[in-house]
């Protein structure tokens, strides 16, 4: 579904990304996992748009989409949740779901997506009337993600969904990263818990300093000694 191939990205003459190259398949969890600056989230925001590479390919179901805008690579259903998560905060729950939609105009496939999301998030659901600033951390993850499902995407790719929430609620919505998984979202992940990440993915990539330095099964980097040490805080 997605090949990335030599990537190399700048911040000015900071090079951020060094000829990165991943791939995801259609109906897998793929993740990204490395220290802060190791290139997560950068690599996510080329493939999105958001940044324009240097060099390098983006292919995404056979089409180059590299350095293409932003809005034009949504339109393609590649559909970013942001680290922070980054919901509109004056807005209900509901308007938020509804802007997840934006680009779209099928009204009654729209509401019945609403549906399912709220089904997913039963939270949500008893919130629908809420502003967005005023729901808890977790619950403002679980709308970003439901947002990000409203516009029904090919590819989801989520920055750091488990950043500054509780343990209990990282369980949370790492088993909701698993049930979208199974009823056959595609998905790339970007996550500090390395742990959860390599429990819930079916291949993974160790970043260092903007390149991969590992990859491998979920399984495989979960044995991995260097990563046990490295990422996973064992001696």
């Not at 390599?198 to 099964?217: F, I, K, P």
Request: hydrophobic fraction near 45%; charge should be neutral.
């Amino acid at each position: 579904m997605l090949k990335v191939n030599d990537l190399h990205t700048f911040y000015g003459k900071i090079e951020a990304l060094k000829g990165i190259t991943i791939e995801v398949h259609e109906g897998e969890i793929v993740t990204l996992i490395g220290a802060n600056g190791a290139g997560k989230s950068t690599t996510l925001k080329t493939i999105s748009g958001q940044i324009a590479p240097r060099t390098g390919s983006i292919e995404f179901l056979g089409e180059q989409i590299a350095g293409m805008p932003a809005h034009l690579v949504t339109a393609k259903r590649v559909i970013q949740v942001p680290e922070g998560r980054r919901i509109f905060p004056q807005m209900s729950v509901r308007e938020n779901l509804e802007m997840g939609a934006f680009l779209r105009n099928d009204k009654d496939e729209i509401a019945a997506d609403l549906e399912k999301v709220l089904e997913l998030f039963p939270r949500l659901r008893e919130r629908v009337a809420q502003k967005g600033g005023t729901l808890s951390g977790g619950e403002q993850q679980m709308l970003a993600i439901a947002r990000g499902m409203m516009a029904r995407p090919n590819l989801l790719m989520l920055d750091e969904p488990s950043m500054g929430l509780a343990p209990v609620i990282v369980e949370v919505i790492f088993d909701t990263i698993k049930k979208l998984n199974k009823a056959g979202t595609t998905i790339l992940l970007v996550e500090q818990n390395a742990a959860m990440a390599l429990q819930v993915a079916d291949r993974g990539y160790v970043l260092e300093t903007g390149s991969v330095a590992l990859t491998g099964t979920g399984k495989e980097l979960l044995g991995n000694e260097r990563v046990r040490k490295t990422y996973l805080g064992e001696i």
